[in-house]
T-cell receptor, first 113, second 115 residues
């Protein structure tokens, strides 16, 4: 059974720091991977989607990479801001013919002024 | 961007009653919708896949008679929690797959509290 672990589980940093959030799948067979943000009591906001043919995606201060051979993904947040405080979830599709996303355990991030 | 709505956003009910949650894709058609459950400070757990015009597919351990799913149109899926109990209290999130683009979009969630 595919399991997805995110490290660290929680992170508290002063603003301005560059951050690395990690996501790993027990089974490296991943078709594509997506990073989401979830604010407390809210739904999910999609941040970045790494398609099957890609290795990384960038959007503003966010950069996500995917190493399929190891089943690991990294979300890099540059120059963190208090507004980045949220829970970050990674989720993967296991094959091209499924829509079922497998979610990670999440990283709760707090960026303080 | 594509929008998925959920109604209600929050509901409190008495134990033993049934609660219906709606998930709507507002500006696209969705042949497939997904229902997730999320416990406090936990990740999302897929409950079932809702297919337009056919029966839903439930994940292992999810009672189909407890969580009734209906996907009667290309823009609406409903989840009914029947005979709700306090342990059913949770945050329920739906997602909808755009039939043209193939992208999934998530709703804002429904918080259910069963007293």
């Amino acid at each position: 059974k595919q399991e997805v672990t995110q490290i660290p589980a929680a992170l508290s940093v002063p603003e301005g720091e560059n951050l690395v959030l990690n996501c790993s799948f027990t089974d490296s067979a991943i078709y594509n991977l997506q990073w989401f943000r979830q604010d407390p009591g809210k739904g999910l906001t999609s941040l970045l989607l790494i398609q099957s043919s890609q290795r990384e995606q960038t959007s503003g201060r966010l950069n996500a990479s995917l190493d399929k051979s190891s089943g690991r993904s990294t979300l890099y947040i540059a120059a963190s801001q208090p507004g980045d405080s949220a829970t970050y979830l990674c989720a993967g599709l296991l094959s091209y013919n499924t829509d079922k996303l497998i979610f990670g355990t999440g990283t709760r991030l707090q960026v303080f002024p | 961007g594509a929008v998925v709505s959920q109604h209600p956003s929050r509901v409190i009910c008495k134990s033993g009653t049934s609660v219906k949650i709606e998930c709507r894709s507002l500006d696209f058609q969705a042949t497939t919708m997904f229902w997730y459950r999320q416990f406090p400070k936990k990740s999302l757990m897929l409950m079932a896949t809702s297919n337009e015009g056919s029966k839903a597919t439930y994940e292992q351990g999810v009672e189909k008679d407890k969580f009734l799913i209906n996907h009667a149109s290309l823009t609406l899926s409903t989840l009914t929690v029947t005979s709700a109990h306090p342990e059913d209290s949770s945050f329920y999130i739906c997602s909808a797959r755009d039939r043209v683009k193939g992208t999934q979009y998530f709703g804002p969630g429904t918080r259910l509290l069963v007293l």
